[in-house]
């Protein structure tokens, strides 16, 4: 079956960068893109960015430009979300989730992974 | 970035009740709208696709329906595994954006 699994939680100082993990089976890795999404605290979703694991290819939103980079590892098939200069405000779970269709950009979310508490603290 | 609109924001009702919750847009997004469950501590799950469309093994207690700007979720017996919070997603426009979520209890 189809699974997402993400690394443990992180507790960051403000202004340092974290990185999180998640890794896919059940499935050909190649075959769908993959998203990044958070929720902050009382907050709605947030989509942050894409990631195609064939080629590497990305897109983010503008608010993260800059801040965020997506890679992944094709060997393991893991994906990798890192987040820089971080404050408060970014303090939220972290969820990596699978676009439905193969091989496009697609924007709907099949399966997600457990997420990931970052919380940002001095 | 369109804004999306739901409302209730929460609402309580009884076992075998119909619920309905409507998601607005700021724009027109045609029928590029998916609706998620997502309980306390898990992970959203995907509801309803392309504003209509049930995902593969989801329960036909679902519906979804609309286009353009107004948008409706529909649970047509309310069940007790059915509390949680329900979220619109449109993806018409990049960044694909969320609603605020509707909070679902039982009376």
């Known amino acids: 079956q189809v699974q997402l699994v993400q690394s443990g939680a992180e507790v960051k100082k403000p202004g340092a960068s974290v990185k999180v993990s998640c890794k896919a089976s059940?499935?050909?890795?190649?075959?769908?893109?993959l998203h990044w999404v958070r929720q902050a605290p009382g907050q709605r979703l947030e989509w942050m960015g894409i990631?195609?694991?064939?080629?590497?290819?990305?897109s983010y939103a503008e608010k993260f430009q800059g801040r965020v980079t997506l890679t992944r590892a094709t060997s393991t098939s893991t994906v990798y979300m890192e987040l820089s200069s971080l404050t408060s405000e970014d303090t939220a779970v972290y969820y990596c989730?699978?676009?439905?269709?193969?091989?496009?950009?697609?924007?709907?979310?099949?399966?997600w992974g457990q997420g990931t508490l970052v919380t940002v603290s001095s | 970035d369109i804004q999306m609109t739901q409302s209730p924001s929460s609402l309580s009702a009884s076992v075998g009740d119909r619920v309905t919750i409507t998601c607005q847009a700021s724009?027109?997004?045609?029928?590029?709208l998916n609706w998620y469950q997502q309980k306390p501590g898990k992970a959203p799950k995907l509801l309803i696709y392309?504003?209509?469309n049930l995902e593969s093994g989801v329960t036909s207690r679902f519906s979804g329906g609309g286009s353009g700007t107004d948008f409706t979720f529909t649970i047509t017996s309310l069940q007790a595994e059915d509390i949680a919070t329900y979220y619109c997603?449109?993806?018409?426009?990049?960044?694909?954006?969320f609603g605020g979520g509707t909070k679902v209890e039982i009376k």
């Open positions: 989730a699978r676009a439905q269709a193969p091989y496009n950009w697609n924007y709907q979310f099949d399966y």
């Open positions: 392309d504003a209509s």
């Open positions: 990631i195609n694991p064939s080629g590497g290819s990305t």
């Open positions: 724009q027109d997004i045609s029928e590029y």
């Open positions: 059940g499935y050909s890795f190649t075959s769908h893109y």
């Open positions: 997603q449109q993806y018409d426009h990049i960044p694909p954006t």
